[in-house]
């Protein structure tokens, strides 16, 4: 690493240094980019866990950022000792050594913190960042393929028997935004309906549930959830939410990305979580979205096969990547 690189601890409180982790995201990893707003809204929530966090930038000599490390709690598999980290050097400094004393710089901290189980991930094809982490004892446990569908060319017509499949075995769709409006027990009932349907979403680890709060804190007030791209299968006669599929806007692009898509084990093989996509589809392709992402680990054949035949292409694979101490 070169004399003038200096490594400070990044300022929750600067606007000037989320401006700065925003432009390096999109100069590493443009097709992932993520806004300002975005990144503060995820610090603030790290920040209300329990779970400590991190983050370090690089500067070259005039001041601009040229690398960051971070770690922060694992939001989805929760626990002591569990985090995720991630680390990015602008391209024009990589293999500098300005990503190894970042790395050494931050987990030096994090091994205050006693961690068990540290996550990272990387698209398979960014060879560099998987070498570096795998030099450093992260082994995969899991991968997933991210797959897009263009909206704007994309033929509802084909689809129209299974559009409407659902209805004839009493199961009608609405929106979130109707839910809520309708139905005083909407929250715990999404809470529920997602919970028994993550027990079958492919997992390196056992399913852990979401305590109804923190399901409402990482999912159901964040910004991005757009209640009207939010559908839920109901029963008709019940009342019981059958199947959900929804999408997060992303405020530095015109795509979708897509949420939890799943259906009850006991409403299954009714077409509802073909129906639920078609019905994103068709909200996305009329208020004028350029593409859907979807991510799907690469056992998970059902949910495959769906988007396959909707027409999403795949990407080559992201390889989640976990650190643990050696046993003893």
């Not at 001041?63 to 569990?82: H, L, N």
């Not at 019981?240 to 599929?245: D, K, L, P, T, V």
């Given at each position: 690493?070169?004399?003038?690189?200096?490594?400070?601890?990044?300022?929750?409180?600067?606007?000037?240094?989320?401006?700065?982790?925003?432009?390096?995201?999109?100069?590493?990893?443009?097709?992932?980019?993520?806004?300002?707003?975005?990144?503060?809204?995820?610090?603030?929530?790290?920040?209300?866990?329990?779970?400590?966090?991190?983050r370090?930038?690089?500067?070259?000599?005039?001041?601009?950022?040229?690398?960051?490390?971070?770690?922060?709690?694992?939001?989805?598999?929760?626990?002591?000792?569990?985090?995720?980290?991630?680390?990015?050097?602008h391209?024009?400094?990589?293999?500098?050594?300005?990503?190894?004393?970042?790395?050494?710089t931050?987990?030096?901290?994090?091994?205050?913190?006693?961690?068990?189980?540290?996550?990272?991930?990387?698209?398979?094809?960014?060879?560099?960042?998987?070498?570096?982490?795998?030099?450093?004892?992260?082994?995969?446990?899991?991968?997933?393929?991210?797959?897009?569908?263009?909206?704007?060319?994309?033929?509802?017509?084909?689809?129209?028997?299974?559009?409407?499949?659902?209805?004839?075995?009493?199961?009608?769709?609405?929106?979130?935004?109707?839910?809520?409006?309708?139905?005083?027990?909407?929250?715990?009932?999404?809470?529920?309906?997602?919970?028994?349907?993550?027990?079958?979403?492919?997992?390196?680890?056992?399913?852990?549930?979401?305590?109804?709060?923190?399901?409402?804190?990482l999912?159901?007030?964040?910004?991005?959830?757009?209640?009207?791209?939010?559908?839920?299968a109901?029963?008709?006669?019940?009342?019981?939410?059958?199947?959900?599929?929804?999408?997060w806007?992303?405020?530095?692009?015109?795509?979708?990305?897509?949420?939890?898509?799943?259906?009850?084990?006991?409403?299954?093989r009714?077409?509802?979580?073909?129906?639920?996509?078609?019905?994103?589809?068709?909200?996305?392709?009329?208020?004028?979205?350029?593409?859907?992402?979807?991510?799907?680990?690469?056992?998970n054949?059902?949910?495959?096969?769906?988007?396959?035949?909707?027409?999403?292409?795949?990407?080559?694979?992201?390889?989640?990547?976990?650190?643990?101490?050696?046993?003893?």
């Open positions: 690493m070169k004399a003038e690189v200096l490594l400070r601890r990044f300022d929750a409180a600067s606007a000037a240094d989320y401006a700065a982790l925003a432009g390096l995201r999109r100069t590493v990893i443009p097709e992932y980019a993520r806004s300002e707003e975005e990144l503060r809204d995820t610090d603030r929530r790290c920040s209300e866990m329990t779970e400590p966090w991190m370090w930038f690089a500067s070259d000599e005039g001041g601009d950022v040229i690398g960051m490390a971070e770690f922060t709690p694992s939001r989805w598999q929760p626990g002591p000792g569990k985090y995720f980290l991630a680390l990015q050097v391209p024009d400094h990589q293999g500098t050594g300005i990503g190894k004393a970042l790395y050494n931050l987990w030096a901290e994090l091994e205050k913190h006693n961690p068990t189980c540290v996550k990272s991930e990387w698209r398979e094809d960014m060879a560099r960042a998987m070498r570096f982490l795998t030099e450093r004892g992260f082994g995969e446990v899991a991968r997933y393929y991210e797959s897009r569908l263009d909206i704007k060319g994309f033929d509802l017509s084909p689809f129209a028997e299974d559009y409407y499949k659902p209805l004839s075995h009493g199961i009608v769709f609405r929106t979130w935004r109707e839910l809520k409006a309708s139905d005083s027990n909407a929250d715990h009932k999404m809470w529920r309906a997602c919970v028994e349907i993550s027990h079958d979403v492919p997992s390196d680890v056992p399913f852990v549930e979401l305590p109804f709060d923190r399901f409402q804190a999912v159901m007030t964040r910004p991005n959830l757009d209640p009207d791209g939010y559908f839920v109901v029963d008709e006669t019940t009342g019981e939410y059958a199947g959900i599929s929804h999408i806007r992303r405020q530095a692009d015109n795509d979708l990305d897509t949420g939890l898509t799943g259906v009850k084990r006991s409403y299954r009714r077409g509802i979580a073909l129906a639920l996509k078609l019905r994103i589809v068709r909200w996305a392709k009329e208020n004028g979205f350029d593409s859907i992402r979807t991510e799907n680990d690469v056992t054949r059902p949910m495959l096969s769906i988007n396959e035949r909707l027409g999403f292409y795949k990407l080559p694979p992201w390889l989640e990547l976990v650190w643990r101490p050696e046993p003893g």
